[in-house]
């Protein structure tokens, strides 16, 4: 009986070993998944002329439309007088010039929620102007985010505030020029830091990899400036957008994205509205207008169909918080839900005859709603264009138009058509003259290594 006893005890014992173990085997399992999640999601904010993007859903390049989600795997690539803009969570800006692809292969957010970025310049050339918030008055970079721009077997780390320019001509040479910040590039032939307005020109081995350990290997030479390029003066245009209205506005949200914001100061206004809280309602809306009758549902693996806004100000209002009726005001945003990305809005206090969205049952094919999804022609905004009430914006180029809050009140006065002047367009002439090119002092010499960071 004693042996039976210490037997059993021995059962019990190996039984709480063996839930204890399945315990913390479930939980190792929790953190590795939970290490590294998949779910982020950044914009195409902006498209001007032909654009197309791979949404990695198998059916490769489509036409590409404002507001359509950019997710891991992804590809854009432009025309030759195309433009496009990818806007990442916390307004920092991916920009590629005409004939340029770029590939998302790394969109992901770390065990402590860092943001892990790395983008593949496939042909063409890239901007990028990265400018973290701070979170706890200390910078991303001290909270780990990480951006890497891989490009001809080379890539480039940014681990603070910067702005540059990549250029990838054909397949043996790459021209880098940082406008603002520093830089780090890493080579087959050792890493280099590149300071504000100085440039660098590598000169790349066939497959950018040397052959042995004999073999030439990539070679670079750094200049204490740098050439314009055509498209120098549309990516400072965007910049000054965005810096010019992504804080302006009586917006007293609290969110931890900032993508979209400088669109919600420019095309609408927040207000208070008795029982609704602080919400946001865009211009030119008119009595009759309501959020879902412009745009379109575009497929997304893993997702199926998502809503698209068609408006150029459709980024947030679409994927966080909920529209609402509010009687005597119309149709206002609600902002909030940050922990939950909408692939298809919230809509509270609906109108009997208002059709709320409802993404089709089958199929891969993008749908139109209205007037559909929305991109910007080649040159830009007309030298004159009309405004139409309860157009909300669509239309109406981002920043092409002065004090559209003026214009708005115009129209909503009058109830007619309006045509404004619009701002002149970037100039595309480049400058001349530079500084002649000299080799680093001070920094790695060709052929030498440094040990980086890995990502």
């Known amino acids: 009986m004693a042996n039976a006893g210490l037997g059993a005890r021995s059962v019990t014992r190996i039984g709480r070993l063996l839930a204890i173990w399945a315990f913390l085997s479930a939980m190792f399992l929790v953190v590795s998944a939970s290490a590294e999640s998949k779910a982020r999601i950044v914009r195409l904010s ?24 950019v997710i891991e795997g992804a590809r854009v690539k432009t025309g030759q007088d195309g433009r496009a803009e990818v806007e990442f969570e916390d307004g920092s800006a991916l920009r590629l010039a005409p004939d340029s692809e770029v590939a998302f292969t790394h969109l992901a957010l770390g065990d402590d929620g860092q943001k892990l970025s790395t983008v593949q310049l496939v042909s063409g050339t890239v901007y990028v102007n990265l400018h973290p918030k701070k979170a706890g008055g200390k910078l991303a970079r001290q909270t780990g985010d990480q951006f ?23 397949e043996n ?44 290997k990539d070679t670079f030479v750094i200049a204490k400036s740098y050439e314009q390029e055509p498209s120098d003066a549309w990516d400072r245009q965007q910049n000054e957008y965005h810096d010019r209205y992504a804080s302006t506005g009586g917006s007293s949200i609290s969110s931890p994205y900032s993508y979209g914001m400088s669109d919600l100061n420019y095309y609408g206004n927040f207000m208070s509205v008795p029982g609704y809280g602080n919400v946001w309602q865009p211009y030119l809306i008119g009595a ?49 839900g940050w922990g939950a990305w909408n692939g298809i809005p919230r809509v509270v206090n609906s109108p009997v005859a208002v059709r709320v969205p409802a993404a089709p049952a089958s199929g891969h094919l993008t749908v139109m709603v209205g007037r ?44 007619r058509p309006i045509t404004v002047a619009t701002t002149p367009p970037a100039s595309s002439a480049p400058d001349s003259g530079v500084a002649a090119p000299t080799t680093a002092a001070g920094r790695p010499s060709v052929g030498t290594s440094r040990r980086s960071r890995p990502f």
């Open 148 to 170: 890497l721009l891989n490009f001809a077997g080379d890539s480039i780390t940014v681990s603070e505030p910067a702005h540059f320019r990549v250029e990838l001509s054909g």
């Open 288 to 336: 009759n207008w309501n959020p879902f009758q412009d745009g379109g549902w575009a497929f997304y693996p893993g997702a199926g169909y998502m809503f698209v806004s068609g408006y150029p100000w459709g980024w947030m209002p679409y994927n966080y918080g909920n529209w609402a009726f509010a009687p005597g005001f119309g149709w206002v945003w609600q902002p909030g």
């Open 46 to 69: 902006e498209v001007q002329g032909p654009v197309q993007i791979d949404r990695s859903a198998g059916d490769g390049f489509d036409k590409a439309f404002i507001n359509l989600p």
């Open 372 to 415: 559909g999804l929305a991109a910007n022609p080649a040159s830009g905004a007309p030298h004159r264009l009309t405004i139409n009430p309860g157009s909300a914006g669509f239309g109406v180029p981002r920043g092409s138009v002065n004090h559209l809050d003026r214009v708005s009140k115009t129209v909503d006065r009058t109830s």
């Open 173 to 216: 040479k790459v021209t880098i020029a940082v406008f603002k910040g520093e830089l780090s590039a890493i080579t087959p032939s050792g890493q280099f830091d590149l300071a504000e307005k100085h440039s660098a020109t590598i000169h790349l081995t066939k497959d950018g990899l040397a052959q042995d350990d004999s073999a030439q």
